[in-house]
């Protein structure tokens, strides 16, 4: 699960960020009093910086209202590799003195070096922490050698009282307690220690609380995540915690959330645990037995996670859904009476939990009227209505709450009451209507149910004068996540057909995207093999779309999805490809409240949140293999004629790193493709010399290729010859 919720909180909690995206610095900046010049920090101007070595310190201006020194606080910079390498070092400051900040007389300074990225220089951390008390400076050193590639990654430091703590992409590299200073102006320093070199700082930030009587109340959305059972939630910037709690969540399926009032809303669902037509009730009401159960103990029930329904009732037994109060080996004994002694027939499974991030606890869902939809694997929010679907033992219904009181599920209320809440399905009169797969709310104007083959909307108010119309017979969502909203509000998602595109205002059809383009991989795909989700990425004006293979789906273990970007602009179709360890299980489009933050992330089996970069050289540590592929060409100019390559040469980037290329030779534009590589070369940064393939036939194809990120082609040239007929064999 991946979902955020919006918190208003008054605990302080706030951030200061410098993105060095111009020429200059913000104002806010000054010269260190200590150095000699400050340094260029232009990651984004790379034509510009002049690579001889460089050193420069910067000061911020105090905070206002300053910082809270009796919470912790961090002092972090994202250092971004230059042409796959790092070249030299980069300096926190920190806790120097309000009015006249001097590093090397009071605070703490904390160096990381590094160096290298490649396979022959393999790149290496050496750092310091250094205070400086009265000019008088205690030094602690530290160092490590990271593995395989350089790359990009947040160097922190964490200050909580006088504890210092240092990271490095996450890994903790020294931790010291210092003695006490009172000041709390930060700064950051580069020094460039190879020539032609450069060093470069993406991002400078202080997240911190405030030190002030009258906080501000801010909004912030947490970011919620889940994996392995448990529930992670977001305590600051790019920072996950696991909650500490008796609940659990499914751990191997996608599970869906919604937030309503500063909660988060969670449809958990799983496998019934137990299940049986020969369930008995004690007078009290309070006691659920069965014969067909030996050992309630063994079914891997816990009494905070589960719902037990009751149906088919006799006796005094009321029908519902209620909670366990504790499991013994005989029976469960439930937390409130179900009436009085009767049979029945019982369901235990997962029932729907809430987060809520202002008391940080994670609740089993209760209803003060009516009875929780459980099972259900689908939730959305319209009207201001909790919405449930998917539940296998009705696939083709939905359920809706009391407008304003998610907590009230009782259908039975006055017909009079138009508030009240309600359930029922998409389908013509007298017909069973499909399986609901997907619910998609638009504001609150309208509601999309996406079935397997049909598409229908709900205008207005389900209670309230609302109409339900057929959008398509034939088109429908094959999943929960298969589905995300473009750059103009359109619904775009993954059909039986392919994908498809509806426009937003209600009552529109859906159309076919780029269908002449459309892999045949995502026709028909088989919900029972894959996890499907999609996310429009702005940031890179597209979309994403994974189909990752359930582990427990196929023999043997992992094996490869297949995934796909779907460029916007030139409605273009990329296959992508992901590590085994790293395939996503779902795919988020987050909303941070930092705006750099506001991307696309990939929760993976492997346990890891992933998202995508400019800045990132390599991918985990693991170099990028890239391609382009050019053609085919034709070298005679008609059907005839054969042609020979005498030269060929390319204009790189001036910051590119190098390319690799092939030229591939054959007598069938189609045969081109496979055909045995004639000649290779490599290209360098900027203009290179002419290469002569003499490479003849009747058609060519140009791969170029790379291992190095980031590589741009200015230009591409060849001169062509016309050498006679063609000749087949």
Same mark, same amino acid.
């Given at each position: 699960?991946m ?10 909690l706030?951030?200061?960020?410098e ?16 150095g ?46 230059f042409k ?8 926190v ?64 430091v ?12 996450d ?13 709390q ?11 032609e ?6 991002r ?9 009587v ?12 889940s ?9 600051s910037?790019?920072?996950?915690a ?22 988060l809303?969670?449809?958990d ?7 049986g ?10 006691l ?23 149906t088919?009732v ?21 937390t ?13 499974e997962?029932? #729907?939990?809430?987060? /809520?991030?202002? @008391? ?7 209803? =003060?009227? %009516? +009875? !929780? ?29 009391r407008?304003?009181? #998610?907590?009230?599920? /009782?259908?039975? @209320? ?7 809440? =309600?359930? %029922? +399905? !998409?389908?013509?009169?007298?017909a ?13 104007d309208?509601l ?9 909307q ?8 609302g ?16 589905w ?15 994908v498809?595109?509806l ?55 992992a ?5 796909w ?6 409605k ?23 705006a ?24 985990e ?23 020979l ?24 534009e189609?045969s ?5 590589v004639?000649t ?24 170029i ?6 590589w ?14 063609q000749?087949?064999?």
């Open positions: 699960m979902a955020t919720v919006p918190h208003v909180s008054d605990s302080g706030t951030y200061w960020t993105h060095f995206d111009g020429e200059t610095v913000d104002p806010v900046w000054s010269a260190a009093s200590w000699t010049d400050s340094p260029e920090i232009l990651p984004r101007n790379l034509d510009e910086v002049d690579t001889d070595l460089t050193v420069g310190d910067i000061v911020r201006d105090a905070f206002s209202p300053l910082i809270d020194l009796t919470q912790e606080y961090t002092v972090s910079i994202y250092i971004v590799p796959n390498k790092h070249h030299g070092k980069y300096t400051y920190a806790r120097m003195d309000n009015a006249a900040p001097d590093a090397t007389d009071e605070g703490i300074t904390v160096e990381i070096e590094l160096i290298g990225g490649t396979d022959e220089d393999p790149p290496v951390i050496q750092g310091r922490l250094i205070e400086y008390n009265a000019g008088a400076p205690t030094y602690y050193d530290f160092d490590m050698i990271l593995p395989d590639k350089a790359d990009a990654g947040w160097f922190r964490l200050i909580d009282g006088d504890d210092v703590t240092v990271y490095w992409q890994t903790e590299l020294a931790s010291e307690t210092v003695t006490a200073h009172a000041g102006r930060v700064g950051v320093g580069i020094e460039c220690t190879e020539y070199g450069v060093c470069l700082v993406d400078f930030r202080v997240e911190y609380y405030e030190d002030t009258a906080i501000v109340k801010r909004e912030r959305p947490v970011l919620v995540v994996g392995g059972g448990g529930l992670y939630r977001e305590t910037l790019d920072t996950l696991e909650l500490t709690t008796d609940l659990g969540l499914s751990a191997d399926r996608q599970i869906a959330a919604i937030d309503r009032g500063q909660k809303y969670i449809a669902y799983g496998d019934v645990n137990a299940e037509t020969d369930g008995a009730v004690n007078a009290a009401g309070t659920l037995t069965a014969v067909s159960v030996a050992n309630w103990t063994l079914l891997g029930l816990d009494a905070y996670s589960y719902h037990v329904v009751l088919a006799t006796g005094n037994i009321v029908a519902g859904v209620y909670e366990i109060d504790s499991i013994a080996a005989g029976g469960l004994t439930l409130a009476s179900v009436g009085g002694s009767g049979t029945c027939d019982f369901r235990v997962r029932g #729907p939990k809430i987060y /809520d991030p202002s @008391a940080d606890t994670l609740a089993l869902m209760t209803t =003060t009227d %009516g +009875s !929780v939809p459980v099972g259900c694997s689908i939730i959305a929010r319209y009207r201001d209505r909790l919405v449930f679907a998917g539940d296998p033992n009705a696939p083709h219904l939905w359920y809706m709450s407008q304003g009181d #998610p907590e009230d599920f /009782d259908y039975g @209320a006055s017909a009079m009451d138009f508030g009240r809440a =309600t359930a %029922g +399905s !998409v389908s013509e009169a007298g069973v209507g499909e399986p609901i797969k997907a619910i998609i709310p638009f504001s609150d309208y999309i149910f996406g079935c397997k083959n049909s598409l229908w709900l205008e207005g108010d389900a209670v309230y004068g109409q339900l119309n057929i959008l398509d017979m034939s088109v429908g969502i094959v999943d929960k996540m298969a995300c909203k473009g750059p103009g509000g359109e619904l775009i998602f993954l059909s039986n057909d392919g498809y595109v426009s937003p205002g209600g009552g529109s059809h859906p159309i076919p995207f780029s269908r002449e383009k459309l892999p045949q991989e995502l026709k028909n795909p088989d919900t029972n093999m894959y996890d499907i989700s999609m996310a429009y990425d702005p940031v890179f004006n597209g979309v994403h779309l994974y189909m990752t293979v359930h582990r427990d789906a196929v023999a043997g273990g094996q490869p999805g297949l995934h970007w779907i460029d916007w602009n030139f273009g179709f990329w296959p992508m490809k992901t590590t085994t360890s790293l395939e996503p299980r779902v795919v988020f489009q987050s909303q941070s409240y930092e750099a933050n506001n991307n696309v992330l990939l929760g993976t089996y492997l346990g890891v949140i992933c998202n995508y970069s400019y800045s990132r050289g390599s991918d540590g693991s170099a990028f293999e890239s391609y382009v592929m050019y053609g085919p060409i034709s070298l005679g100019g008609s059907m005839y004629r054969r042609g390559i005498s030269e060929l040469w390319g204009v790189l980037d001036e910051q590119s790193a190098f390319v690799d290329w092939s030229v591939l030779v054959a007598e069938t189609e081109a493709r496979g055909a045995t004639h290779t070369g490599r290209w360098y940064a900027g203009a290179s010399s002419k290469s002569r393939p003499r490479a003849r036939g009747m058609s060519f194809l140009l791969k290729s790379s291992e190095v990120a980031p741009a082609i200015d230009k591409i040239g060849a001169i062509i010859k016309r050498v006679g007929r000749r087949l064999e």
